[in-house]
């Protein structure tokens, strides 16, 4: 059984990133996939204070392990200043090199409360994980006015974008066995 990592992307208590990471997890499993949320709010932020690059980091690594031991990975994405949070830059800084997200398949989604959903966010983070070699998912969310649209007990009030997720879902699961069959030839 494939096994997908939906991480959510900020350390930010309360986030509406971690609440969408738990309503898109029932939605894989229901595909018969092995589904797990990762937060970056247990990050274990300590052990990287002072530039620990490269240096044996054990809670790094069994936090970093979670994420890219999965078949595929689902990044949630919210914009903080035009961009994605910086924990997240932090944490695949501390990803081991070069390999990193070498040939792992990664979906996105974006949220904001503004306007853009994090559009911006998602495709600076494309351009990193391109650089790092992994396969992106062309079926990408973003959702605007996130407090508006989505709701923890309630889950997604606008029907366009629960279509566009629910087509990521089976979507996303299907790149990752395609590329799974690609890079086995
Ligand atoms: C440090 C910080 C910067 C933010 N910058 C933006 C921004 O540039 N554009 C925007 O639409 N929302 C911005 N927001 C609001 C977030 O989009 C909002 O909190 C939304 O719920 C997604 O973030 P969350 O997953 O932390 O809840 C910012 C929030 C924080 C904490």
Not at 27 to 47: H, I
Not at 60 to 85: H, K, L, Q, T, W
């Amino acid at each position: 059984m494939k096994t997908i990592c939906i991480l959510s992307g900020t350390d930010r208590p309360g986030s509406m990133a971690l609440k969408i990471a738990n309503h898109v997890k029932p939605l894989y499993e229901k595909q018969g996939v092995n589904a797990r949320v990762v937060s970056l709010e247990d990050f274990p932020l300590a052990e990287a204070i002072g530039g620990n690059y490269g240096k044996d980091l054990p809670q790094i690594e069994a936090f970093r392990n979670e994420v890219i031991d999965a078949d595929g990975i689902v990044m949630v994405i919210p914009e903080y200043n035009g961009s994605f949070p910086g924990v997240l830059k932090m944490f695949i800084d501390y990803l081991p090199f070069p390999d990193a997200f070498h040939k792992k398949p990664i979906a996105f989604i974006g949220e904001a409360a503004g306007a853009f959903g994090a559009l911006r966010a998602v495709e600076q983070m494309q351009m990193i994980c391109s650089y790092r070699n992994a396969h992106i998912c062309p079926e990408r969310v973003f959702m605007q006015r996130v407090k508006k649209i989505f709701d923890e007990e309630e889950g997604i009030g606008d029907e366009m974008v629960s279509k566009l997720l629910n087509s990521q879902v089976e979507g996303f699961i299907q790149f990752v066995s395609q590329i799974e069959t690609m890079e086995s030839v």
